[in-house]
């Protein structure tokens, strides 16, 4: 029986527009009205112009820019340079409409904080609101309006390089983190000097292709788009995003760039997305190599009566629209509508009231204090302690001799990660720099690179093992080049490149305790490092702090307090891999004809949610405010946590709940709360979560949301495998 089934979309789209606050509206009216004027006066290729984005500035663009023939480019950083350009749009064209400047500014413009994964598994939205407004003053003051972030895919398959770009595997948390990170760059006024523009991407269900094979086609059931690829989008849009990028590939047979099912019907149609939407990179083009469109005025009307609003790279919009309007083949209504919300957004942004910046506020605002401290503190939050036998760390103040090795101790580019906008690697702190000026002046340093990262060359494991068998500790510092993560970076197998497993069992062969600090943009499959290693920090792509935050961690300086948002397969074999999973009809046993590998236990290595502290904590006294609940009920779950250990510590306390018998049948667990407490030693806290029935839902066969009757399971815990369990009643009147 239905409890209750979603009331037709329309309705909602209807209740939502009806809701704009009045102060908006008339904001909105007062930009509409100098919108219409403007159109008013706007020639069809002026039109088509605001429609053309292109990569870089060159000379040879200018007249098209004096002809009111581009709209926008990516890639123009720098307040002089920016200057310069838009100075050509505003003062030498027809009209003087002001481009808008993108940019991949995707985990800091200069100040680059770690990777997206590592700042989603600090699990603290407030962090990522902070620190995407440094980024966003940054951009803002080198002349970039609008970045290409937060990229909100989730992703379920670490073969896939763009992981490191997301939060990981969770709609529920990679929601709070979209939303967290769309507040950071927009604020409440673009118009600020130190706001952009966020554009929410990529549109939709890119993480998950066929294979890890990035731009490879996604195919999936519409339940899996809409509980779990959508939501993130849907919280990124709710927050307000501006714009949003559509994808590269298939979805279900259709290009997401020309794919009126989930850009007209849900995105425009079902939420009321007034945003502008961007193609990603030539996708408007690559229509044709798919084989949806048949050429390029195929591919122009086919993206345009998709909505897609703005032609990234590809020059087929400049290079068709024009031609298809006029022989009537796409009403001018409709391009009308897309340079309408181009427009929206570039009197959004302030820029034609003040299309320009000052260099000084870019100088003054580029790696301030401020930013580079808050650097260190992101990646002190995003790292995670996956495992600490003995309780090897934190060193010891008077620690005697400390061995660093490994072909990351002393890098600098590859701790900035992929898409490091316009950061660079003198910037970065290296883990050998951190070391050297955290340790006690007694402690002895000694350095060796051991290997390259991807190379097979051994000779230098000689000097690793002969420093590491002088040393109390050796730490070594492995992982990926950051070429080896982001884009077109998809991997077969996902164990620490090259000669780097080889390097580590040798210098743990001399005996020296080892700890190793893993820098990657993805999980590694680590099952040796697991079993013989005493400890070991995913430290990610840290960043430009990031050899002073693993310091950090190492002397305790700070507790770690991460938890991972993607689970750590043992192997590629077990990829897709995650813990929102089905229980089956034969849960997996030992035996044989269940659902197991027979050369594998069938669990990550480490579950989604899990991460160390050097403190430990307890939970207890589980307690539900009800039994049984109604669907207009909400039910409030709490429970206890003490800080049972004698150093103080943050903790990420988790709430799942699981349907166990329901028309659809549902994964064995769901996220549907978190929040990070910070307990002294001996200190307790009750956390309270509110579960809404309406979070009960799911889609049901009909594809409508459906709250069903019945015994609810519901767990708070440390990790997705482990937490106090309850349950309670939904019932059915
Ligand atoms: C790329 C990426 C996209 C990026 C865009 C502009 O191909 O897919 O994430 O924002 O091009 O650089």
Redo the contacts with the bound molecule.
């Keep these: 029986m239905k409890l209750c089934r979603e009331p037709s979309r329309f309705m909602i789209v209807l209740l939502l527009t009806s809701s704009i606050p009045a102060a908006v509206s008339s904001q909105a009216s007062t930009i509409d009205q100098r919108i219409d004027e403007l159109l008013s006066r706007m020639t069809l290729d002026e039109k088509v112009g605001q429609l053309v984005q292109y990569p870089g500035y060159s000379e040879d663009r200018a007249q098209a820019i004096r002809e009111g023939k581009i709209g926008s480019f ?1 890639n123009v950083p720098g307040a002089e340079n920016s200057n310069q350009v838009q100075r050509i749009a505003v003062e030498e064209s027809r009209l003087g409409i002001p481009l808008i400047f993108g940019l ?1 500014v995707i985990h800091g413009f200069r100040t680059i904080f770690p990777i997206p994964l590592a700042t989603a598994s600090s699990w603290d939205p407030e962090l990522v609101t902070a620190i995407e407004a440094i980024a966003a003053r940054e951009a803002r003051a080198s002349g970039v309006h609008w970045t ?1 972030a937060p ?1 909100v895919d989730i992703a379920r398959d670490a073969r896939w390089g763009r992981i490191s770009e997301g939060a990981g595997e969770d709609p529920y948390l990679g929601s709070a983190m979209a939303a967290a990170r769309v507040r950071g760059f927009q604020g409440d006024d673009l118009t600020a000097a130190d706001r952009i523009m966020a554009c929410l ?2 549109y939709v269900a890119y993480g998950q292709p066929v294979g890890g094979r990035d731009y490879n086609s996604v195919d999936m059931s519409e339940r899996s788009l809409r509980e779990i690829y959508l939501p993130p989008f849907k919280a990124g849009a709710d927050a307000g995003a501006a714009s949003l ?1 559509s994808a ?1 590939n298939l979805l279900n047979g259709v290009p997401t760039t020309a794919n009126k099912f989930t850009l007209n019907q849900i995105l425009r149609g079902e939420w009321g997305f007034e945003g502008f939407i961007v193609s ?2 030539n996708s408007v083009g690559e229509l044709v190599q798919h084989g949806y469109a048949g050429d390029a005025a195929d591919a122009a009307r086919l993206a345009l009566n998709a909505t897609i609003d703005l032609d ?1 790279a590809s020059g087929i919009y400049d290079g068709q629209l024009a031609d298809l309007v006029r022989a009537n083949v796409i009403p001018e209504e409709l391009l009308d509508q897309s340079v309408r919300r181009v427009l929206r957004a570039k009197f959004m942004l302030g820029l034609f009231d003040n299309p320009y910046v000052d260099p000084e506020t870019e100088t003054a605002a580029i790696l301030r204090d401020d930013h580079v401290a808050a650097a260190r503190d992101a990646a002190r939050k995003s790292m995670v302690l996956l495992k600490n036998d003995g309780a090897l760390l934190p060193l010891s103040e008077d620690i005697g001799s400390i061995a660093v090795i490994g072909p990351l101790a002393d890098n600098q580019v590859d701790l900035l990660g992929s898409w490091h906008a316009m950061g660079q690697p003198e910037d970065v702190v290296t883990v050998l720099a951190g070391i050297q000026s955290r340790a006690a002046p007694t402690t002895t340093i000694t350095y060796a690179q051991g290997s390259t990262i991807t190379g097979a060359e051994t000779d230098g494991f000689a000097e690793a093992v002969a420093a590491a068998r002088d040393a109390d500790v050796a730490i070594v510092v492995v992982g990926e080049r950051e070429y080896e993560t982001g ?1 077109g970076a998809s991997r077969t197998a996902l164990d620490l490149p090259g000669v780097q497993p080889a390097l580590i069992e040798a210098v743990h062969e001399t005996g020296t305790p080892v700890v190793a600090v893993i820098m990657s943009g993805r999980p590694l499959t680590i099952p040796w490092l697991a079993e013989n290693v005493p400890a070991i920090l995913q430290a990610w792509h840290p960043g430009i702090q990031g050899g002073n935050a693993v310091a950090d961690l190492l002397w305790g300086d700070y507790n770690p307090s991460g938890k991972l948002t993607a689970s750590f397969p043992r192997s590629v074999g077990q990829i897709p891999i995650y813990y929102a999973r089905d229980i089956t009809g034969r849960p997996g046993t030992d035996f044989k004809y269940t659902s197991r590998y027979i050369d594998s236990p069938d669990t990550p290595l480490y579950p989604f949610g899990y991460g160390l502290s050097y403190t430990t904590f307890e939970y207890g006294d589980l307690t539900l405010s009800a039994d049984t609940i109604t669907v207009n009920d909400t039910l409030t779950v709490s429970a206890t946590v003490s800080n049972t250990g004698d150093v103080a510590g943050a903790e990420v306390v988790q709430l799942y709940i699981r349907d166990p018998v329901a028309s659809v049948v549902r994964p064995v667990k769901e996220l549907k709360g978190f929040t990070k407490i910070y307990l002294e030693p001996g200190e307790q806290q009750t956390v309270q979560f509110t579960l809404r029935a309406r979070e009960l839902g799911f889609f049901d066969q009909e594809m409508l949301w459906a709250i069903e009757p019945g015994v609810f399971n519901v767990w708070v815990g440390w990790s997705s495998d482990e937490g106090l369990e309850g349950s309670f009643v939904l019932s059915g009147n």
Excluded: I, P, R, S
């Design positions: 990516l991949d290409f990229m991407k990529h990028m590269f990603d990179w990234m884009e």
